[in-house]
Nanobody, 123 residues
């Protein structure tokens, strides 16, 4: 059974930090790009960041560059998203996703999804 299990969301004040984790199981971790999307109320789901498990290459949305850092631990089949200098506009449900042939980091390119974790940044 394929699973992507997110953790680490919560409530934080603007300027604070959170670290999200995504534990993957049920598929060959090294064959996939794994990363994060987010969706705020009334908005489309947007790609935040992803990392290739095979070569470590990364992608960041312009809105998070310089503030968020993605990393992985292949031994633990886990991907992390360190979020610093959080802003109220980062408030959203954050979803972990995995793509076998990522190309662009877009929702329709992903094969597996986690259940989502809420991140709320207060002003």
């Amino acid at each position: 059974e394929v699973q992507l299990v997110e953790s680490g969301g919560g409530l934080v004040q603007a300027g604070g930090s959170l670290r999200l984790s995504c534990a993957a199981s049920g598929f060959t971790f090294d064959d996939y790009a794994i990363g994060w999307f987010r969706q705020a109320p009334g908005k489309e789901r947007e790609g935040v960041s992803c990392i290739s498990s095979s070569d470590g290459s990364t992608y960041y949305a312009d809105s998070v560059k310089g503030r968020f850092t993605i990393s992985n631990d292949n031994a633990k089949n886990t991907v992390y998203l360190q979020m610093n200098s959080l802003k109220p506009e980062d408030t959203a449900v954050y979803y972990c996703a995995a793509a076998y042939t990522p190309g662009l980091w877009v929702p329709e390119g992903c094969d597996y999804w986690g259940q989502g974790t809420q991140v709320t940044v207060s002003s």
